[in-house]
Nanobody, 116 residues
Framework: QVRLVESGGGLVQPGGSLRLSCAAS????????MSWYRQAPGKERELVAS????????NYADSMKGRATISRDNVKNTVYLQMNNLNPEDAAMYFC?????????WGQGTQVTVSS
């Protein structure tokens, strides 16, 4: 079955950086667009970034442009999210996502906390 396992979250000071990883299995990884979403308490889940199946096409939320880089390794079946210059508004649970056959698949999430 489809499995997405996120890692790399944690506590970081404002201005710091984190690299999130999402290990995927159970489907043909290099056939699908992959995305990162985030959800803060009391807020809706929002798209952070997405990357096309070949890695050549990327898309970012306006709030993350210039501060985030999404990438993928189609040999390791892993998608990454490098985030720099983090601020408290970036604190959230970050989720990996793949959509196949009109169904969204999610990982369990990895928590990002930004605090001094």
């Amino acid at each position: 079955q489809v499995r997405l396992v996120e890692s790399g979250g944690g506590l970081v000071q404002p201005g710091g950086s984190l690299r999130l990883s999402c290990a995927a299995s159970g489907f043909i990884f290099n056939n699908h667009l992959m995305s990162w979403y985030r959800q803060a308490p009391g807020k809706e889940r929002e798209l952070v970034a997405s990357i096309g199946s070949g890695g050549g096409s990327t898309n970012y939320a306006d709030s993350m442009k210039g501060r985030a880089t999404i990438s993928r390794d189609n040999v390791k079946n892993t998608v990454y999210l490098q985030m720099n210059n983090l601020n408290p508004e970036d604190a959230a649970m970050y989720f990996c996502n793949v959509r196949m056959y009109r169904t969204n698949y999610w990982g369990q999430g990895t928590q990002v906390t930004v605090s001094s």
